[in-house]
């Protein structure tokens, strides 16, 4: 037997100057404590920076010019509503990262659709003296997808290894 199994059993043969064999116990103590705390405080650490790089990485995306970005590139960043708009928040075992919705009641999410794409249909209404007379029209729109968010997130754990080299 090596010796490193005689410990892990928790006796060992030893041997008396007068050549007898006797047996001591070899007592281990394992702090569970000492090893959890410093994974959960790598975990927290390491959930909010990558959420942190995240939410970094989708506002560099997107570029503050006058004209539209192409379809599957980011966004436009015309007024910078949707760059300030991304937040992020850690809790005990998960990160959450991304835009606000704006307080939009139309029944879609408009981060959502720029994200993903797809197509929405919207109420035209009619109005007389700022009252809502009757549906004029439904108008179906399609949008194209402009991601931002998938990639800074794909972007941001590529150093995710790295992070958790030292934790201990």
């Known amino acids: 037997m090596s010796r490193l199994s005689e410990a892990i059993n928790g006796w060992r043969n030893a041997v008396s100057p007068s050549g007898q064999q006797r047996r001591r116990q070899v007592q281990w103590e394992f702090s569970s404590a000492a090893i959890t705390v410093p ?50 928040r850690v809790t005990k075992d998960r990160g959450y990262v991304g835009p606000s919705d704006f307080g939009t009641r139309v029944g879609y999410s408009v981060p959502e659709i720029l994200e993903q794409g797809g197509t929405v249909t919207r109420l035209i209404w009619t109005y007389r003296r700022r009252r809502r007379i009757a549906i004029t029209k439904q108008v179906t729109q399609h949008f194209h997808a402009f991601p931002y968010m998938a990639p800074a997130l794909e972007r941001a754990c590529r150093p995710f290894k790295d992070l958790w080299k030292d934790c201990l």
């Open 39 to 88: 994974i959960e405080q790598a975990k927290h650490r390491n959930l909010r920076l990558i959420c942190a790089l995240t939410r970094k990485f989708a506002q560099e995306s997107m570029i503050h010019r006058a004209g539209a970005a192409s379809p599957g590139s980011p966004p436009s960043a015309h007024s910078g509503l949707l760059q300030q708009g991304i937040f992020y």
